[in-house]
């Protein structure tokens, strides 16, 4: 009887732990996802880009200036007739964001380089942009170089050529 007790006390305790080892060896599952995401930026993306142009002078005179867009990134201004001291031509473009969903940071700079028989005071070459200027996707804002001749020219014709670089800077879009 002694010998039979513990026959059925070992069983009990054997069957105990095979439950415990059983329960665990089931119970837990552990199920991993991994892996990467690559995204890469796209030129095509940020796009900013001249709309438009037109042209005034003081006194109005549509003969002497011409402003025009001859490509997405690619514009001209063309100043010719201005004879009296302080005669003014302006040259205004539109630009445009048409970015996916990436605003521009924009900043120009003049430059006015005299040819022959020209000073650089013979001219003032300017713009009313400022600089820093956000334009969000979409949205289009205007840049005006204005050329003013600072002495009637006598014997030679004053010549200079004149370049405004505009820098259109990604910004990077919120989350």
Do not use: W
């Not at 796209?42 to 900013?48: A, G, L, M, S």
């Not at 514009?75 to 001291?85: D, N, P, Q, R, S």
């Not at 600089?131 to 014709?157: F, R």
Request: proline share 5%; with cysteine; aromatic share 4%.
């Amino acid at each position: 009887m002694r010998n039979k007790k513990r026959i059925i006390i070992a069983i009990i305790l054997i069957a105990i732990l095979m439950l415990g080892i059983g329960y665990a060896a089931i119970s837990n599952t552990t199920l991993t996802i991994s892996g990467n995401a690559i995204s890469q930026p796209d030129p095509e993306n940020f796009k900013v880009h001249f709309v438009s142009g037109s042209a005034t002078t003081s006194p109005d005179d549509t003969d002497i200036i011409t402003a025009s867009v001859t490509g997405d990134t690619t514009a001209t201004i063309a100043v010719k007739g201005l004879t009296m001291k302080d005669d003014v031509a302006t040259a205004t473009y539109t630009i445009k964001n048409d970015s996916n969903g990436i605003a521009a940071k924009l900043s120009a700079a003049i430059t006015s380089t005299p040819g022959e028989n020209t000073t650089a005071s013979d001219y003032t070459v300017s713009t009313d942009f400022v600089n820093g200027t956000v334009l969000e996707p979409g949205q289009t804002t205007t840049i005006t170089v204005s050329v003013k001749l600072n002495k009637t020219p006598i014997v030679n014709d004053l010549i200079t050529t004149i370049t405004c670089t505009i820098t259109a800077e990604p910004q990077e879009p919120a989350a």
